[in-house]
């Protein structure tokens, strides 16, 4: 088995927000698989155990570029905050995203190939970037991107510079201004339900059908009768139901009017979005956690052998 570490349990409480206790039994269970011991946590804790899930530890800045129907959103990551306050991290930040939308890049590599110059540095964007980080002093790197041009109305919303949003739409510019600050807040997975993905949505009946088997351990251990299979069954499916509708933009509570969902809000307002997308910076990274109780044992015991 898996030796579990301090650092182990610290990086699945910061991730679930459980007790350190529960972290620790959970990643026991799971033979030290950080993703199975979420899952775990979620079906004994409910929710609760998910809802740090999208903190993100790596640092950066997204930016957008919007011209007509063209656009462009971009994550651009470096190693600490300080940088994404440095005035030349973001003038590149911002060309990379104006270089995306105007010359449609097939990828990172072929954006870094773009002419541009900068800070005295160039003649390309890899030529800027290069020469970025021997200027400030800390790696930097254009992790993705997305051009926009298929022909609908783009409009964008950033939240500081950690959460960039666009929506692609027909109609309102104001209602869907509106949706994009909704998404940047409410941060769905999908437009509809019929577009969250298949795994998701069985990651998720697997958690429901998990807690309902430690509702009837619960039970059992209490002396009541289990309920039927098919009540469980339907519990299962609600869960499932439930979830759908939390993260598919269109059934959610509009935020500015939680009275209405966004799909109502944008029928009354004669617009539609065709589709979106979100950056959160660092979304899906893992920043090295240290174990900091092994790294000053290790300290004390060199000390030790120089003494």
């Given at each position: ?38 899952e775990l946590?979620?079906?004994?804790l ?19 570029s ?44 072929a ?5 541009h ?45 950690r ?26 997975v ?6 969250v ?20 351990k ?14 469980v ?8 139901q ?15 009017n ?32 240290d ?5 000053v ?11």
């Amino acid at each position: 088995m898996a030796a579990i570490t301090a650092s182990m349990v610290a990086e699945l409480r910061a991730k679930t927000d459980a007790p350190m206790m529960e972290c620790k039994k959970a990643l026991t269970e799971a033979e030290g698989n950080l993703e199975k011991a979420e899952e775990l946590l979620r079906i004994k804790l409910g929710n609760k155990a998910g809802k740090a899930a999208s903190r993100v530890t790596a640092e950066g800045v997204v930016a957008a570029s919007i011209d007509g129907s063209t656009g462009a959103l971009l994550e651009v990551n470096c190693e600490t905050d300080f940088v994404t306050k440095n005035d030349s991290f973001l003038a590149l930040a911002k060309a990379a995203a104006e270089l995306i939308a105007k010359n449609d890049p097939a990828d990172v590599a072929a954006l870094g190939a773009l002419p541009h110059s900068q800070d005295g540095f160039g003649p390309t964007l890899e030529d800027v970037r290069k020469g970025l980080i021997g200027k400030i002093g800390e790696n930097m790197s254009f992790r993705r991107f997305k051009r926009f041009g298929g022909g609908s109305k783009l409009v964008s919303y950033l939240h500081g510079t950690r959460i960039g949003v666009v929506v692609e739409f027909e109609g309102d510019e104001v209602a869907a201004k509106d949706v994009a600050m909704h998404i940047a807040a409410m941060k769905p997975v999908a437009l509809s339900s019929s577009d969250v993905p298949a795994e998701m949505i069985e990651k998720e009946r697997a958690v429901a059908a998990g807690k309902a088997e430690e509702d009837r351990k619960t039970a059992e251990a209490a002396g009541k009768p289990a309920q039927p299979p098919e009540i469980v069954a339907k519990r299962i499916e609600g869960g499932v139901q439930k979830y759908l509708k939390e993260v598919s933009l269109l059934n959610q509570a509009f935020v500015k009017n939680d009275k209405q969902t966004v799909e109502q809000m944008l029928k009354a307002a004669g617009t539609t979005v065709k589709g979106f997308t979100l950056y959160v910076v660092g979304e899906g990274i893992e920043k090295k956690v240290d174990d900091f109780a092994a790294e000053v044992a290790a300290q004390v015991a060199a000390a030790k052998q120089s003494a």
